[in-house]
């Protein structure tokens, strides 16, 4: 298995290995998958977009993660913008980069394959923080991707939010760049 960056048109010339992982791993199908799909290439389309993914030495892909800067007109920073204090705008959004996905095919986790995506994603991450969000769950200590992002030093930026068209809270973290 390898890492390797990867550029915006790796992830579309691929899209339709990535969104099977994005499947995979968040147990979508079907038409959710084909919205999903249009998502995923139109974030690939933005400026600065850096991106990761896992290839077995046969050019299956097994991961992939990626994230671009954010910033005001864009619809996940507006609805975190709009959950957060004044204060809580100027440390986090004032130029962050946005780890946008991050996924491992759920044969493949516990390798710890999602924590080497996510360092090489840190390490081209642009800006003075980087954010993301991920579900809310009952005990954040059973979750891989909770005990990921904590043990990578994000710390909690917005609690319990929902964004509108789902009604699961979602938690937003944030650490300061550079990763080092």
Do not use: C
Request: proline share 6%; net charge positive.
């Amino acid at each position: 298995m390898r890492i390797v960056a990867w550029t915006p048109e790796d992830l579309q010339r691929r899209l339709d290995e990535v969104i099977e992982v994005y499947g995979e791993a968040m147990g979508h199908h079907g038409n959710d998958l084909q919205a999903r799909a249009g998502r995923f290439h139109s974030h690939v389309r933005r400026p600065d977009v850096r991106g990761v993914a896992t290839l077995t030495s046969e050019g299956r892909l097994l991961g992939f993660g990626y994230g671009y800067p954010g910033g005001p007109g864009q619809w996940w920073h507006d609805q975190v913008n709009s959950g957060l204090t004044e204060e809580g705008r100027r440390r986090w959004l004032a130029k962050p980069f946005e780890v946008v996905e991050l996924h491992v095919r759920p044969t493949a986790q516990g390798h710890g394959l999602g924590a080497q995506q996510l360092a090489g994603l840190l390490r081209m991450a642009t800006g003075s923080t980087v954010v993301l969000s991920t579900p809310e769950v009952p005990e954040e200590q059973r979750s891989r991707a909770w005990r990921l992002y904590r043990r990578f030093g994000f710390e909690d930026v917005l609690r319990h939010f929902i964004f509108p068209g789902d009604l699961r809270p979602f938690a937003v973290l944030g650490r300061d760049l550079p990763y080092t």
